[in-house]
């Protein structure tokens, strides 16, 4: 490979024997046998075990000196290991290297943890970050994350996609997060935005006849940060012309079944399901529904509407309520002190409490239902309830009765929570595979209450379904949009959507939002100018690949598959990033702190 | 291809003739000649010519409505060309296609230029760019760019590089250029500094055994900006463990060598020529010089020590001081109009005159001169002239005589300029073809009169020579590094160097540069902290992708491989940014203007 080595550690094996090789690496782990040392060197392939002897003097008093994470530089000959010191676990675990010679390429103070601590606090780790990226667990998500790139790129590479850079240093849009924004200093008083993607930039690219673009970049959101977000992620984005929506989920489809099949030889459905987000929401309370959970609502809106039960009632008559039952088959045993907890669970999504029904005996009609509401039912809502849930003897049946989003959030997480639980394991209500599914048919629009007006459900640039375009404005609540998430185990691992591509359309949609013409001019212009020059049919669509590669390595956070990650702070550890600059800095970019003194340098 | 449309319009060739098509575009023009309308449809791929016969009426009529930059739906079949009528400059000018049905995907306005006018400011280019980029130069350019990144990534896979993304919110690294900061909302009165380069992230990851790193990434300087220099540009970033200078050297030599092969066919000389930078200061004045200029300096700085003309002696007597000739082969019968215009040119590179010797008849000796200064030198120093120039008859030879600086600035730049006039080329001065050149062996340190200290040649972060360590507190001068560039006809490509890896060397170099240990501390703490975990022998090189793909394409600047690059006034004429922001986002980010009253929101 080099002068300094011919080999990695890792991929030292039987097939070298006899072979005198030159190594590099760390010094993993050091047993001093008196009579033998033996040195397990690291490198990024693996480990190979060293064994200094001490008729070499001069490197034997090299290895009484090193210690562990020494980085070395060892020659000797590859020897078979006896029998019974075969290690099975590592590709090197046949052959030993008898060392001739060591070499100390720098030395190391004693680390602050072991590297096969698997119990290390958040905070050690990215303090540490260098060596917690020394660890076979780190070394292996970052290669998995690079290996999913080539994939994507390979490709799209042979589908005639071309990666076309856009830039970091550009204008706010206003996708509902809050932008970072750059000082210019040039052009005082002004300010870039770091991109929350490249959307319009992929759109215009679109208009200038590129075809077919993508782009494996880095997106900024300035939000509160929760276990699956950082202030930069890297997006997988992706946009072409002249393709039906159809056409642009067969071909990320595939992509997606590619980078699982050629990096981790996972085979996915071929093809992934489709269901409409109507569907979606009425079967589980949610867009990215978690599809190895057998579980799903029945609706009981209709059915309560006249119940004594006040809370049923109430929900089933109010503007947007909803109630639902969550049939759970063998959950009857269900004690006490489960129903209780899930009672709390569901609370944090604002439901007020848990009603359920457990179906002990059928046949005994309202006697054989054990349930503190039973009584305030009557017999026509309990033979609906069970013959529309399809009940059986054993079963119990959670309800949830609220505004619509109320429901859907607590008992969309219950039903969640539920099949992940050991009751859900052992009943069959989870299937441990690889679940994808798209979602289709968004609301073009959903109103929000707070600002009393409609937003964009995807993006304001997100086409109608052919003949929605004359309702944008006279009934927004029923326009549907051309827009699809891929989404896998409830985690959403892409969306996207066919655009716009006229003017006019585009001027309606940001009417139905409120957006007059002018601030459309301000904000858009250079968007609804492009629009005007023949721009094509196009559209396409964006992947998370932090959440994927997160997916894929089974990792418990995003930040495991990223190098150098901020904390939920919104800090780099390691760095020391965000810091105070010095007050000429500011000047320079025509910006003081507020509620600080300007220092005088 | 696709529902809409079967195959590209450019690759729409001979081989499909008889073929019913489908073809989407645009009008890039069309001739009404009464009887037929002929449409050049241009897609990505080119044109190709589409006919249109009035017997379809209703096809006609949108054929007749149709104008510049409409973007069409075509179906016909392919036919050939009549003989007369072959366009040989096109994939398809063969063929053409017998119109069946037209639809009109999208009208245009009228365009604001026609896409074949090659004498548009750049001002319309950057505010119309989507337009700008349906041009195919631009069409061509951004494709070769993506080219070159696929070509680097695929060589780099084979090696088992690894492309790892570093943060782009980070800490300021002081590079000597300024750092675009980003406020921090979380972190009242702290800011992310976006990235100069990824130099210290990629060391962090050789210590952290990744072992081979690379990374296509955007950097930032916010510097005044020259014809080649962006506010955000794209460096193809390297670094590997465990290989010497001369490895790292050829593993990139080769790279480059491929990616001219594999996108353009261009073979470069192998090996490309070293030469190191004491050398190339002393023949070319540059440390990048432009090998296809074949002049070169002879020092003169010691024959002039004691001649009478006072600018020389001057220059050869001061401290720092120095003396060259430029010897140009035929220069003598250049006109004094030709003489004073390069006056005027060394003028803008603080040189006060040009001095000159026309080399009529040497024979003569001091008769066959011609040059105003022949009489203050004597005999010895003109034999000495021609002797070292080799200067023959009916040469010309320049002289520069000043501070060395701006000697090799000067009579650097002269040598180039008369490379490329029009005597150089019609006498052989220059060979037009690619000429690579490693310049090596840089000094570690320049001193910086102005600051009074010394400051890093490359950066802080490169190694000395073996055996210089000591001397880097002592003779901080003396001390040559293991940086390397690679050159290009005159332009850097790339450069980059080996790495310390040692802890105490590190600090030595803080200590020259007259970085405190404090200082070094708050700066660079985790890099020396890093250092100290058994850091490995590391080092690696970046290339500047937008000014690699200037080259190839033969561009004027490097806005024309750049999507949606920015003027030199640091602006998007397209989005209009930077741009006011609201009140309260300041507020949030704890920031206000400068010599501005916060606005009431």
Same sequence: chains 1, 2.
């Avoid at 760390?26 to 001490?54: A, K, M």
């Avoid at 990666?163 to 210019?184: F, N």
């Avoid at 989870?430 to 979602?439: E, R």
């Avoid at 009417?511 to 250079?526: C, T, Y």
Wanted: net charge negative.
């Amino acid at each position: 490979m080099s002068s300094m080595r011919t080999h990695y550690c890792g991929l030292t094996t039987e097939e070298l024997l006899g072979q005198t090789v030159s190594l590099c690496g760390w010094v993993h782990r050091r047993r001093d046998h008196g009579s033998l040392i033996f040195i397990d060197l690291r490198d990024r392939e693996g480990l190979v075990q060293i064994v200094c002897n001490p008729e070499q003097a001069e490197m034997f008093k090299i290895a009484e000196a090193v210690r562990n994470e020494y980085c070395l530089r060892v020659t000797g000959v590859v020897t078979g290991r006896t029998a019974g010191t075969i290690n099975n676990n590592l590709k090197s675990g046949k052959v030993e290297v008898v060392c001739a010679t060591m070499e100390v390429l720098n030395a190391s103070v004693p680390v602050p943890f072991q590297l096969d601590d698997d119990n290390l606090s958040e905070t050690t780790r990215l303090t540490h970050r260098v060596l917690d990226l020394r660890r076979p667990q780190m070394q292996n998500n970052l290669r998995l994350r690079y290996k999913v790139t080539m994939e994507v790129r390979k490709y799209l590479d042979e589908l005639g996609f071309i990666d076309i850079e856009t830039p970091m240093l550009t204008k706010s849009t206003p996708e509902g997060a809050r932008d970072y924004l750059v000082p210019s200093r040039v052009n005082a008083g002004s300010f870039f935005a770091l991109p929350q993607s490249p959307q319009l930039f992929k759109q215009l690219l679109m208009v200038a006849n590129f075809d077919r673009y993508y782009q494996i970049t880095k997106c900024f959101r300035d939000e509160d940060l929760r276990a699956d977000r950082q202030p930069e992620f890297t997006q997988i984005d992706c946009e072409t012309s002249f393709l039906s929506e159809q056409e642009i989920r067969d071909l990320f489809e595939a992509m997606i079944r590619i980078v699982f099949k050629n990096t981790l030889d996972i085979d996915l459905p071929n093809p992934f399901p489709v269901m409409d987000f109507a569907t979606a929401m009425g079967l589980y309370g949610s867009d990215k529904p978690d599809m190895r959970v057998k579980l799903a609502f029945t609706d009981l809106t209709a059915v309560m509407k006249d119940v004594e039960f006040k809370i049923f009632a109430g929900a089933a008559n109010m503007e947007g309520g909803r109630v639902v039952g969550l049939r759970v088959p063998q959950g009857a045993s269900m004690p006490r002190s489960e129903i209780d907890a899930y009672t709390q669970f569901v609370a944090i999504y604002g439901a007020k409490g848990l009603a359920y029904i457990k179906v002990n005996e059928k046949a005994k009609g309202r006697e054989g239902l054990q349930s503190p509401i039973v009584k305030s039912l009557h017999d026509a809502a309990l033979a609906a309830i069970l013959e529309q849930t399809g009940a059986e003897d054993g079963d119990l049946i959670f309800f949830g009765a609220d505004k619509a989003k109320v429901v859907n959030d607590a008992i969309g997480a219950l039903r969640v929570k539920i099949g992940h639980s050991d009751l859900g394991k052992k009943n069959g209500l989870f299937d441990d595979s690889w679940k994808p599914l798209w979602v289709v048919d968004f609301p073009m629009f959903d109103y929000d209450e707070e600002s009393d007006r409609w937003t964009a459900t995807h993006h304001p640039f997100t086409a109608p379904k052919d003949g929605h375009e004359d309702m944008l404005e006279t009934n927004p609540g029923a326009c549907i949009a051309k827009a699809y998430d891929m989404v896998l185990n409830g985690w959403e691992l892409g969306g996207g959507s066919i655009r716009i591509h006229r003017e006019d359309v585009q001027s309606k949609v940001f009417r139905a939002l409120k957006i007059d013409a002018e601030e459309a001019q301000l904000k858009f212009g250079f968007l609804l100018d492009a629009l005007q020059y023949g721009a094509p049919p196009h559209g396409g669509l964006a992947f998370g690949l932090d959440r994927i590669v997160t997916m894929m390595t089974g990792s418990d956070s995003i930040r495991d598959v990223i190098a150098f990650p901020k904390t939920q702070r919104a800090q780099c550890l390691l760095t020391n990033a965000p810091s105070e600059v010095d007050e000429k800095q500011l000047r320079e970019l025509h910006i003081r702190l507020r509620n600080a003194e300007p220092k005088v340098v």
